[in-house]
């Protein structure tokens, strides 16, 4: 859908794609060794140049970009930001869809975990993740410790059209419906860097954009921890988290899930072992 709005560019993030192996980052957590959560956090306060629109403005790439700008926050907070050039953000958004830059066809968009395994095998630029998991976006301690800890919240919404022409994202006057229907506008990906207790700032097309805790209840469907050594300076994330036990930790029970669901595979789908056609419960 077109926007005559100059500060909103192209939409692109398909709904929620789901995998059984996708990890849950709050069972990983042991909330006893962490560090104290602070009621408000930003990690933006660092920024030394324009955020890039990662081509996000012409195309529908909103899912590589938010990987572009989870990139440059990364990078200013442990040394010096690096903007991903934007020939690199079309080489990513070409591999997930067949996008050819010289006519334009297959602009199509991307599901934000096709966009995340991508980025964890073959990268953006030369940076990796090593691995993610998925948040419980409707608790609010959730998410905030999640951007405290991992540097900030790769997300995905599904937007209404009653966002054209508000300066801070919020759910319109008359709720949900109409032009506040979630996804009337279509979805969307972006990266969190920054909370308080009246919402939370992310960068999209290239600028800040402020919501409400209500607008981020009423529209995202689904969140994820992304963990990278980009976020690592000397072993540690900049408030001395160390990341790389909990990095081999997912990464354990991936293997393990990976060889149980061999194990199954093996078994007769008749046998009475399993039961249920061979499912796993």
Same mark, same amino acid.
């Given at each position: 859908?077109?926007?005559? =709005?100059?500060?909103?560019? /192209?939409? #692109?993030?398909?709904? &929620?794609?789901?995998?059984?192996?996708?990890?849950?980052?709050?069972?990983?957590? /042991?909330?006893?060794? +962490?560090?104290?959560?602070?009621? &408000?956090? !930003?990690?933006?306060? /660092?920024?030394?140049?324009?955020?890039?629109?990662?081509?996000?403005?012409?195309?529908? !790439?909103?899912?590589?970009?938010?990987?572009?700008?989870?990139?440059?926050?990364?990078?200013?907070?442990?040394? @010096?930001?690096?903007?991903?050039? @934007?020939?690199?953000?079309?080489?990513?958004?070409?591999?997930?869809?067949?996008? =050819?830059?010289?006519?334009?066809?297959?602009?199509?968009?991307?599901?934000?975990? =096709?966009?995340?395994?991508?980025?964890?095998?073959?990268?953006?630029?030369?940076?990796?993740?090593?691995?993610? *998991?998925?948040?419980?976006?409707?608790?609010? %301690?959730? &998410?905030?410790?999640? &951007?405290?800890?991992?540097?900030?919240?790769?997300?995905?919404?599904?937007?209404?059209?009653?966002?054209?022409?508000?300066?801070?994202?919020?759910?319109?006057?008359?709720?949900?419906?109409?032009? #506040?229907?979630?996804?009337?506008?279509?979805?969307?990906?972006?990266?969190?860097?920054?909370?308080?207790?009246? #919402?939370?700032?992310?960068?999209?097309?290239?600028?800040?954009?402020?919501?409400?805790? *209500?607008?981020? @209840?009423?529209?995202?469907?689904?969140?994820?921890?992304?963990? %990278?050594?980009?976020?690592?300076?000397?072993?540690?994330?900049?408030? #001395?988290?160390?990341?790389?036990?909990?990095? /081999?930790? +997912?990464?354990?029970?991936?293997?393990?899930?990976?060889?149980?669901?061999?194990?199954?595979?093996?078994? =007769?789908?008749?046998?009475?072992?399993?039961?249920?056609?061979?499912?796993?419960?």
């Amino acid at each position: 859908m077109a926007s005559t =709005d100059p500060t909103i560019g /192209k939409l #692109g993030k398909h709904p &929620v794609k789901t995998d059984t192996r996708t990890l849950n980052i709050d069972s990983y957590l /042991k909330r006893e060794h +962490l560090p104290e959560i602070p009621p &408000v956090y !930003n990690w933006i306060e /660092k920024k030394k140049s324009r955020w890039g629109r990662m081509k996000n403005m012409h195309l529908r !790439n909103c899912t590589c970009a938010a990987a572009g700008h989870m990139i440059q926050c990364w990078t200013m907070n442990t040394g @010096d930001q690096i903007v991903i050039p @934007d020939r690199h953000i079309i080489k990513v958004y070409s591999a997930l869809t067949g996008y =050819d830059p010289k006519t334009g066809a297959n602009d199509n968009g991307v599901p934000a975990l =096709d966009m995340l395994k991508y980025w964890r095998k073959s990268g953006v630029y030369e940076y990796k993740i090593a691995a993610f *998991a998925s948040v419980n976006h409707h608790s609010k %301690s959730v &998410v905030k410790e999640t &951007v405290f800890l991992f540097g900030g919240v790769y997300v995905g919404l599904q937007l209404p059209i009653s966002i054209k022409g508000q300066k801070v994202w919020d759910v319109p006057p008359g709720g949900a419906v109409d032009d #506040g229907r979630r996804g009337s506008y279509g979805g969307h990906a972006v990266c969190v860097l920054e909370y308080d207790e009246r #919402g939370l700032t992310c960068i999209t097309w290239g600028k800040k954009r402020k919501m409400t805790w *209500a607008f981020w @209840d009423a529209y995202v469907e689904e969140a994820y921890a992304l963990i %990278s050594d980009t976020f690592l300076k000397n072993g540690k994330t900049p408030h #001395g988290f160390d990341l790389e036990l909990l990095e /081999k930790d +997912l990464l354990d029970i991936t293997r393990q899930k990976v060889r149980l669901s061999q194990q199954l595979n093996e078994f =007769d789908p008749e046998s009475e072992v399993l039961g249920n056609g061979g499912k796993k419960s």
